[in-house]
C-alpha cells in the first residue's frame, strides 16, 4: 500500500479563504509536477520553502493560484515524498485541484492514510498516531495538554520504561532454562521478583489513568435534569455561551436530549439538556422522559436543576449510584430564594436570567469531577481504551510470572508469561504485529490528516 501516491484536501470542506491539498509518496513530485507550475521544476526547488505556483487542468489552463511546499522523504511528516499546496478556500476550486491531481495518477486518500503512513514509515509510534486524533478532538485546554503528551511519545516511552524492566527479567530466565542444572539463587530470585513488582504497580497506575482518559476525550457526562420549566434548557444556554437549546415558559418544551460541548476550568463536559420530569404529558414527551432517565443512569455528574424561588414539589428520584456526584441548582434565585430550601446548605443558588452564581457552580462542578476519582491523579498522561487493555495484561501477566516464581515452577512457565506481557507493551506501540487494530484505529480519523 506504501507503493502509490495519494492525494487529498486536509482542511475542512466548505468555503474559506485558504485550503491546504496534499499529496504523499514515492510518485508525489512527479504527480505535482504534472499540476502546479512554479517557478523551476518541483524536483529543482528548495525543500520546506514556499513558492509561488499556479494550478492547472488535464489541458494546461490554470485555474488557481497558491503557494507550494515540497518535503523529501524521509524527512516529511509521513516520511515520503510530501507535496502541499496552498489554495484559495473555494469548495470548487480546491476539488478540481483534488481531481487534478487524482488525473495526474494520484489515488484519493482514505481517512487517516498520512498518518498511518507516517506510523508505518517509523516516524511515529502507534500512540503518537493517535494522540494526533485526540487533538484535533480536544474540546478542553487539559484534554489538549494531554493530547500534546501523548503526541510527544508519554505513553510510548511509558511502555519502553517496562520493557527495560522486563527485558532483564526475561533474560535471567531463559538463562536458567538453558542450564538447567542452576538452581535461581534466593538473592537473584529477590532481585527479579522486585523488578516484577515494579512493573506489576507501575503497569496498574497507568489502567487507573483510563477513566480520566475517558473524561479527557469524551468528555464528562453532565446531565441536566428537573421538573419542567426550572431553567434546565436555560442553564445549558447560560453555560455554552448561547442559545442552543429553546427556552420556552409552556412546560414540556425541551422533549429530547440536546448535547452541547463545553469546558469548565479545563475539564471537558458532555453536557445533556433532557426532558422535565414530570407526570403525564404525551407519547413524545414520555419518550424523552425515558430517554432523560437513561441518561442519569450513565451521568459522570447530575445537575440537579429546582425553581428555588418557590418550595420543592416532587423532587426528581436520584440513582443511589449517583451519591457525591450530584449538584443541587436552585435556580431564578433573582426571584428570591425561598425559606424551604434553607436546610439544604450544599445547593447552589443560581439565576440563569442574570447569570449571578454561575461562577460558583462551575466551581463546584469542577470540584465534584476532581473528588470523584477519574481527574484527580495528576498524571500528564491518560490512556485511552485500547491502551487500558494492553497495559491491563502486563499487570496480569506479569503477576502471573511472579506468581510462578515464587511457587518454584520451571522457568519456562515464568518465560511464558513474561513474553506474553512484553508482547502486550509492543502493542501498545505497535511494534509488533497489530494489523487487525490498525484499520479501527485510522478509520475514526479524517480525510487528508
Ligand atoms: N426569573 C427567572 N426566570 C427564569 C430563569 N431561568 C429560566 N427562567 C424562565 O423559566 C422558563 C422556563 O425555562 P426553561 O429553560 O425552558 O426551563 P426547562 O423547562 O427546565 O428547560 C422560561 O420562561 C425562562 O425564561 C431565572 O434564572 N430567573
Ligand atoms: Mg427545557
Redo the contacts with the bound molecule.
Sequence with gaps: MLRDTIAAISTAHGGAALSVVRVSGPDALGVCGRVFRARRPLTELAPRTAFRACAADSSGRAFDEGLVLVFHGPASFTGEDLVEFHGHGGMLVTQMTLEALLAAGARAAGPGEFTQRAYLNGKMDLTQAEAVMDLIHAHSTLALRAANEQLGGAIGREAAALKEELLPVLAHVEAFIDFPDEDITPDTGAALAARMQSVVSRARGLVATSEQGRILRQGARTVIC??????????LNLLSGFER?????A?G??RDTIEEFIQVHGIPLRLV?TA?LREGGDDVERTGMDRARRELERADLVLE?VDGSRPPERRVEMPAALQGRRLLVL?????GISEAWQDSADAIP?????GEGVEALREAVRSVIMRSGPMQADHPVAVNARHKECFARVAVRTEAALAALRADAAPEFVALDLREALQALGEVVGAVDVEQVLDIIFSSFCIGK
Design positions: 428537573g421538573e419542567p420549566n426550572v431553567g434546565k434548557s436555560s442553564l437549546a429553546i427556552v420556552s415558559p412546560a418544551t425541551t439538556d422535565g436543576v435556580n431564578k434565585a433573582d426571584l443560581l439565576s440563569c436570567a442574570t
